[in-house]
């Protein structure tokens, strides 16, 4: 039960350490073991070289799976086929079935934190990245925080995110500056993906506005580009239901991958996006669909019903490739 506690490593239950066990003989409380592991196991992320790189997995799970899909696991209680409302973990069997079901038709995962959180369902959360590094090998994970804050603060959010549910990848909001997502970034084996033309329709209230000749979410991009990518694990969020903007995007940072919401219930063409975002090779765009494939069944078929809607979209926009 204690993997899944907040800030506490797997690896913290296993192994030995003599600092610890030195610790402990001298009757020092229990908490004091547990601050020297999460200390070891954190310096022995850092010193981790050989991990292979969010992009790295993505290219490599796109090309495995001849996908552009990510799925964004967004569990809706209201939503949920009766079969597996009243289980006690409710979230993590429907997402359980979701990944098996879908696995071999995607690039990666996307769940949305605030579905968790809502429901008081965190653990459940914990437990779906872990069931999908174990049981889907290879596939990564982007954690949907949109975190945006400063210093000590941000730190801790880095730490929530790769630490605490070990995701491969998070989503951050640039307003603050460099200030919000260096914390982030300075996990160089770790994605960052960078709010810049989202796909919800009031985005441009802000995002659009325009100084020296050029719009807000275009200098967004050009700091991603030019200084914030300075570890290479930088990529930027561009709405499909902007497909002028998404190709102005893609001219201007053709090495920059791109996170692409807003096809399926928002209304943003696959067609459009492929045109607009696609570059040769794999892993340099996420084209993802959350409603559109968990809730493509309502019954006890839920499952097969996503996996299907996920295959059909992996084929339609290698189609349009």
Not at 92 to 106: L, P, Q, R, S
Not at 147 to 155: C, F, H, K, L
Request: charged share 25%.
């Amino acid at each position: 039960m204690l993997r899944h506690l907040p800030y506490f490593p797997k690896a913290a239950l296993a192994g030995t350490h003599k600092k610890s066990f030195s610790l402990l003989k001298k009757g020092k409380k229990m908490l004091c073991y547990f601050k020297v592991w999460i200390f070891t196991e954190n310096l022995k992320y850092f010193e981790d070289k050989d991990k292979m790189k969010f992009f790295e997995q993505i290219a490599a799970s796109a090309n495995a799976n001849r996908s552009m899909v990510c799925v964004g696991l967004d569990p809706d209680m209201r939503k949920l086929p009766a079969c597996v409302k009243d289980s006690p973990t409710a979230f993590f069997d429907f997402n359980k079935a979701i990944v098996d079901a879908t696995k071999d038709y995607v690039c990666c995962y996307k769940p949305q934190a605030a579905y968790y959180a809502g429901e008081d369902r965190d653990t459940e959360l914990a437990m779906t990245i872990d069931y999908i590094h174990a049981n889907a090998p290879g596939i990564p994970v982007i954690l949907d925080v949109k975190r945006g804050d400063i210093g000590s603060t941000a730190e801790q959010y880095a730490r929530e995110a790769f630490i605490r549910y070990k995701a491969d990848a998070v989503t951050v909001n640039p307003y603050m500056g460099l200030d919000a997502v260096k914390p982030f970034l300075d996990y160089e084996d770790k994605g960052v993906i960078i709010l810049c033309r989202t796909s919800n329709p009031n985005s441009g209230d802000l995002q659009n506005l325009v100084s020296d000749g050029k719009a807000l979410y275009e200098h967004v991009a050009e700091l991603v580009r030019d200084k914030w990518n300075y570890n290479g694990n930088a990529a930027l969020v561009v709405g499909a239901t902007y497909p002028e903007e998404l190709a102005k995007l893609r001219r201007a940072c053709p090495e920059l991958p791109f996170l692409v919401p807003g096809v399926g219930a928002q209304g943003g063409s696959v067609a459009e996006v492929v045109k607009n975002g696609a570059v040769p090779g794999w892993g340099h765009l996420m084209i993802n669909s959350s409603r559109g494939i968990i809730f493509a069944g309502k019954d006890e078929n839920f499952a097969a019903a996503a996996g299907e809607a996920a295959r059909k979209l992996r084929d339609e926009i290698n189609s349009c490739r």
